[in-house]
């Protein structure tokens, strides 16, 4: 069984950054592809960035192009997405997603292993 561990989450200034980690077990990480999703308070799960199994392909919301970068260690099993320049409207549960599809994958439905989140808070 595929589980997926976040971890990193917390308060920052606007303008800070914050590093997240996910730890995958449970299966051969290279078989997956991974996500990164966040949900505000009283809206819907929204999808931030996704890499592919080997870290050569990623795709970003434009929210955050720029300002996010996703990557991988298949070595060491872990995904990570560093926030920088980020903004109050950054400010959310950020949730790791891991996909059985290969290739860079935005659909939330598409994911079938979820973490339990973890909060980022920016604050003006």
């Known amino acids: 069984q595929v589980h997926v561990v976040e971890s990193g989450g917390g308060s920052v200034q606007a303008g800070g950054s914050l590093r997240l980690s996910c730890a995958f077990s449970?299966?051969?990480?290279?078989?997956?592809?991974m996500g990164w999703f966040r949900q505000a308070p009283r809206k819907e799960r929204e999808f931030v960035a996704g890499?592919?199994?080997?870290?050569?392909?990623?795709i970003y919301a434009d929210s955050v192009k720029g300002r996010f970068t996703i990557s991988r260690d298949n070595a060491k099993n872990t995904v990570t997405l560093q926030m920088n320049s980020l903004k109050p409207d950054d400010t959310a549960v950020y949730y790791c997603?891991?996909?059985?599809?290969?290739?860079?994958?935005?659909?939330?439905?598409?994911?079938?292993?979820w973490g339990q989140g973890t909060q980022v808070t920016v604050s003006s």
């Open positions: 997603a891991a996909t059985e599809y290969t290739i860079v994958i935005i659909e939330a439905r598409s994911y079938n292993y």
């Open positions: 449970g299966r051969t990480f290279s078989n997956y592809g």
């Open positions: 890499i592919n199994w080997n870290g050569d392909a990623s």
